[in-house]
Nanobody
């Protein structure tokens, strides 16, 4: 079992920045990918960003150029730096874990609320 704990959410004005963190409870011994997802009220959960075990990143079109995901394996932590925030970025943000080479995000955090005011 891997427990994921997100932090760093909050209320920010449009154009501002936030950095989310996601700490894993233990180091997994196999290669793994990490991702960020978000869910706004009344909408389905959507992909935001991911980083592979080798450090390759991928972003949703809606956040590319504004958000940056990174990982620090020594701290078992991933980050999501969010700049130029927009009201439409308001959502609960979740981090997730995926064993490399598998299609399933098998562990999820509890989520952290990000609210962007206009």
């Amino acid at each position: 079992q891997v427990q994921l704990l997100e932090s760093g959410g909050g209320l920010v004005q449009a154009g501002g920045s936030l950095r989310l963190s996601c700490a894993a409870s233990r180091r997994t011994f196999s290669s793994y990918n990490m991702g960020w997802f978000r869910q706004a009220p009344g909408k389905e959960r959507e992909f935001v960003a991911a980083v592979t075990w080798s450090g390759h990143t991928n972003y949703a079109d809606s956040v590319r150029g504004r958000f940056t995901m990174s990982r620090d394996d020594a701290k078992n932590t991933v980050y999501l730096q969010m700049n130029s925030l927009k009201p439409e970025d308001t959502a609960v943000y979740y981090c997730a874990h995926q064993d490399a080479g598998t299609p399933t995000w098998n562990y999820w955090g509890q989520g952290t609320q990000v609210t962007v005011s206009s």
